[in-house]
């Protein structure tokens, strides 16, 4: 096949590649090179490039969005023609690359889709190094295989669309179409890129709060202050300059959630103290370049919270300070104060990573690394490491984790600030995707404000000041119910339960009592108020009791337990621990003294009483009393009348504890049945229930015939069984 204007299409090729990937550094232009090295090659195949790309950009101080730019113009006044300097491409593709993509050009599709597949094979076997994500290490994932798969195509789609324009190279000829590519039988993605807990992200970052506090002398956390109040000697030697860093940098992926690539191309211009959000709020803001899907000159304003914005103050303040009142000497790790304070150079960057230079912007993978901990420089990392047996130092978080401890953050902090202001039609999910830039698919055609660039900007600020609450305040911490305290309220409210029924049963027994003269009466009277008072008082003291065992069943009284201490049993299950406390304390007598049995102030029952304990309907009950057994289906009584007494009229019949069979009264518990007969019924006058029962034979008999007929009246049956034979 003639490989006539191959060099041409190849310079054409990695032109087009280089000019129109949105990416913000050269990782991609490395990736292709990688793959372009294993065309048709087997396992020992040279591989180990890397940074080629950032390093030839960085050479030439241009960025990719320059490159975009200069592939625009050139493109749209060149067309297929056009064509970045071979020199410019040298420097930013690998030289070892170039023949092989020759080669490929050159096969045409049928042979090189043969040597693709040959390529992805052999790529297959490769054994990873165990990481972050897959600490058992292993194979090659079918993912990544893709990934591999779109190089290639990429490179084939380039070719075909060069054909069709017929681009001035014979070599193009058979490429005429994209030849379907296979790739192995891989094991399916195992990769660990869960968030770090937040109970420890939480633990850390106020950990290191406090301990540049303590190291600046900070009075209530006025970090800002206390840098403005410090002489430069002082502040270079308190040595917070990079854990405040670390902090802001946390701090920044976990309550905004931005692709580490923007946030590494922050500049301190970008922030805005006093910026006004389309809703009419001011407040603090970043202003980003999300990128990867959403345009490259497109800014988004991040909103922060005001915990967020004065970590970000303090930071440049210490950043200024630390480089306009101090130049680094000719020897190492030395310095001195200028005469006159230097001026910060422009394009300073946020995060910027050596202090003596602010203007140079920190690479996106040194920011992961510093939190992974795969830097060289970091000796300790910032989060707590995994668990897990990985090489030392390559046992922390990574960026992307902590953006998906951002995005959980977010549903949970939006949940609850809508749950808070009663708001129902948004839903959390789609704030997640509006804070990760995202498309938001519930309002595609932004009627509802969220897909809208206004309504972006309002709802990311909600969901920053939402998510710092749960990083910096008790709102996000863990939680358990207080079951010692829970169950302490219990027993509380059941002494004061028990004492109410002592005092009103003493009450209407003093109520009940006949003076026989003045004094007396007196005396009584004296006695129904103050057991009235006493009375009123336990109640009162209930009540609260109560309302504190409802106040300890809500969330907000709940304990919070910190990170790293042992995992509370009722953490797991919280409505079960309280269930199970709630049976422990009421199901059972108290330790140590038996329940107090309640004096009987009265021995009968009344219609509504007894239709009650019998389980059967008050008018079922009012006909059975005017029947005998004989006429009744039930009979619930003794004898072949009812004990009941009718002398008080219709109203108010009473009904004979002695008299109802004992399987009957076996099935309401003792005290329940002195908790009725304990205290007067409802509605009734003294004169009623104090009136002598007057009861049918041999009923009557029985009753004058009883030992005791305040006391449960088990007795009584046994006589009456008795004598029934």
């Known amino acids: 096949m003639s490989d006539k204007g191959a060099d041409a299409v190849v310079a054409a090729v990695l032109s087009q590649l280089v000019g129109e990937y949105r990416g913000r550094d050269g990782k991609d232009l490395d990736v292709l090179a990688r793959g372009l090295l294993c065309y048709g090659g087997t396992p020992a195949g040279r591989t ?378 948004v839903r959390a999910s789609a704030i997640a995707d509006i804070v990760l830039d995202h498309d938001v698919r519930e309002d595609r055609y932004g009627y509802a404000d969220l897909n809208s660039e206004p309504g972006r900007e309002r709802w990311v600020r909600i969901a920053a000041c939402a998510t710092s609450r749960l990083l910096w305040t008790d709102d996000g911490a863990r939680r358990a119910p207080d079951v010692g305290a829970y169950e302490q309220a219990l027993r509380e409210g059941e002494r004061l339960e028990d004492e109410l029924r002592v005092l009103e049963s003493r009450r209407a027994t003093a109520r009940r009592h006949r003076p026989s003269s003045v004094s007396e009466e007196l005396s009584a009277l004296r006695e129904v108020v103050s057991l009235g008072d006493e009375t009123e008082a336990v109640r009162q003291e209930l009540e609260a009791t109560r309302g504190e065992c409802e106040r300890l069943q809500g969330r907000d009284a709940w304990r919070v337990l910190h990170a790293g201490s042992p995992e509370d049993p009722a953490e797991s299950d919280p409505q079960e621990a309280l269930a199970n406390t709630r049976r422990r304390v009421l199901d059972r007598p108290r330790a140590g003294r038996p329940r107090p049995r309640l004096a009987r102030v009265r021995e009968f029952l009344t219609v509504g009483e007894f239709a009650e304990l019998w389980a059967r309907s008050p008018a079922s009950v009012r006909r059975l009393l005017s029947r005998n057994k004989q006429r009744a289906r039930s009979w619930p009584f003794n004898l072949d009348v009812a004990p009941v007494d009718a002398s008080r009229g219709p109203r108010r019949r009473r009904i004979w504890v002695g008299g109802v069979r004992a399987d009957i009264l076996e099935r309401v518990p003792t005290a329940q049945l002195d908790r009725i007969l304990s205290q007067d019924p409802q509605g009734w006058s003294a004169s009623d229930v104090v009136a002598p029962l007057e009861l049918p034979e041999p009923y009557a008999t029985l009753f004058s015939g009883a030992p005791d007929r305040t006391t449960t009246p088990s007795g009584v049956h046994l006589k009456l069984v008795a004598e029934n034979g």
Request: net charge positive; proline share 8%; with cysteine.
């Open 48 to 425: 180990n490039i890397s940074l080629t790309a950032r390093i030839g950009m960085k050479k030439r101080e241009l960025t990719r969005a320059d490159l975009n730019k200069r592939w625009e113009e050139l493109s749209f006044t060149e067309h297929e023609l056009a064509c970045f300097p071979a020199e410019l491409l040298a420097d930013l593709i690998d030289a070892a690359a170039w023949p092989l993509l020759r080669q490929l050009v050159v096969d045409g599709p049928r042979i090189a889709v043969r040597k693709i597949e040959q390529a992805l094979y052999w790529y297959s076997k490769t054994q990873v190094r165990p990481t972050i994500a897959r600490p058992s290490g292993g194979t090659i994932t079918r993912q990544t295989l893709e990934i591999r798969r779109e190089v290639y195509r990429r490179v084939m789609k380039t070719l075909v669309a060069l054909r069709t324009l017929e681009y001035p190279a014979p070599v193009l000829e058979p490429w005429i179409a994209v030849p379907p590519v296979r790739i192995p039988d891989a094991v399916p993605e195992r990769t660990n890129r869960s968030a770090p807990p937040l109970d420890v992200v939480r633990a850390v970052v106020q950990r290191m709060d406090r301990e540049i506090d303590e190291r600046l002398d900070a009075v209530d956390g006025d970090k800002l202050g206390a840098i403005d109040a410090m002489r430069i000697a002082p502040l270079h030697h308190a040595a917070v300059a990079e854990m405040l860093r670390h902090l802001l940098t946390i701090s920044l992926l976990a309550t905004i959630a931005p692709r580490v690539s923007a946030l590494a191309a922050v500049l301190v211009t970008d922030y805005d103290p006093q910026h006004r959000f389309p809703d009419g709020v001011v407040g603090p803001a970043l202003k980003m370049y999300p990128g990867k899907t959403v345009h490259r000159d497109l800014a988004r304003w991040k909103g922060l919270a005001p915990k967020e914005a004065a970590l970000l103050k303090a930071h440049v303040l210490l950043s200024h300070r630390l480089y306009c009142e101090r130049v680094p000497t000719e020897k190492k790790n030395s310095w001195k104060i200028p005469e006159t304070p230097r001026t910060m150079p422009g394009g300073w960057a946020l995060l910027a990573a050596r202090l003596f230079k602010p203007d140079v912007p920190p690479n996106p993978q040194s920011l992961s690394n510093m939190l992974a901990g795969q830097a060289t420089g970091y000796a300790k990392l910032p989060l707590p490491e995994f668990t897990g047996d990985l090489p030392r130092g390559r046992n922390g978080h990574s960026a992307h984790s902590m953006r998906h401890l951002g995005a959980q953050l977010v549903r949970l902090g939006i949940q609850r600030y809508c749950d808070e202001n009663g708001i129902r039609d």
